[in-house]
């Protein structure tokens, strides 16, 4: 059985990811070196998790174009965890361009009234 990570702790491991150059191992070292005081998950639970998350994007997304995997998971997280947050300002957070509005209406989110 796997531990349940609240989402905010699944979104940084999406984002340890990208910094790692989707090195599971790498992402394992950076995120216990970056949040030290959490509990830190090891390559196989990331990989699961990142897994979980493409295979939710995959069911709910059958077209395949847009940004990469991990942009948008970036970005729909960010709006999970922060639903009032502007397509600017997910832009500028995460150095994304102007493809956040995209994403969002991709994944049947509206950019500017978000159902979550």
Do not use: W
């Not at 639970?45 to 395949?64: G, M, P, Q, S, Y």
């Amino acid at each position: 059985i796997m531990a349940i990570y609240p989402p905010n702790e699944i979104v940084d491991m999406i984002r340890i990811l990208s910094d790692a150059r989707n090195n599971y191992s790498g992402a394992e070292r950076l995120y216990a070196e970056k949040f030290p005081d959490r509990r830190h998950p090891d390559r196989k639970v990331i990989k699961r998790l990142c897994d979980r998350a493409e295979l939710f994007l995959e069911e709910t997304n059958r077209r395949k174009s847009g940004p990469d995997e991990v942009t948008s998971l970036t970005i729909i997280g960010t709006v999970a965890l922060n639903p009032q947050i502007s397509t600017r300002q997910i832009e500028r957070q995460h150095g994304v361009s102007k493809s956040t509005a995209s994403v969002l209406k991709f994944n049947k989110f509206h950019p500017y009234h978000i159902h979550l």
